[in-house]
């Protein structure tokens, strides 16, 4: 029962990445926009932290997988799609070449804010979940007092 508590204060972390990482990647979008940096810098940047989300991310859902967790699991399929579909169609990395066009640029904006939007309620999800199975834990574990 200890690997459940272990598996939300795990969750919790890596949320917590996820939103660093998400707010990271709008300030460069902005330093870009407003050119206090130029493309390849933030390229390189962006790019980096792009396979360690989605290595993380997927490595969760497994664990979701085979924890019997599938409400959460559910919620993380659109994202986990959409990094799938990146790699399919070759467009998960920011290219520094097109990253200026409008188009690009706010649609890299649109997929980091729904990144964003859903580490802050998994986060949320995350600090229940971890009460919840805490005070189930704590319950089963006090002897009966009649």
Known sequence: ??????????????????????VFVLVMN???????????????KVNTL?????IIF???????????YWVVLLLHIPILAMNIYGIVTKTHLVDPSTILQRNEASQHRNKTFAKLGFAI?????????LIT?????KGAREPNQN
């Open 121 to 129: 309620v998994s986060f949320f999800l995350y600090l229940y979940m």
């Open 58 to 68: 997927s490595i969760l859902s497994l664990l979701y997988f085979f924890s019997g």
């Open 1 to 22: 029962m200890y690997w459940v508590i272990f598996l939300w204060v795990i969750s919790l972390m890596c949320s917590g990445y996820f939103i660093f990482s998400s």
């Open 133 to 137: 199975e805490a005070i189930a834990m």
């Open 50 to 54: 792009w396979w360690p989300d989605f």
């Open 30 to 44: 902005a330093d870009l926009k407003s050119d206090y940096i130029n493309p390849i810098e933030m390229a390189s």
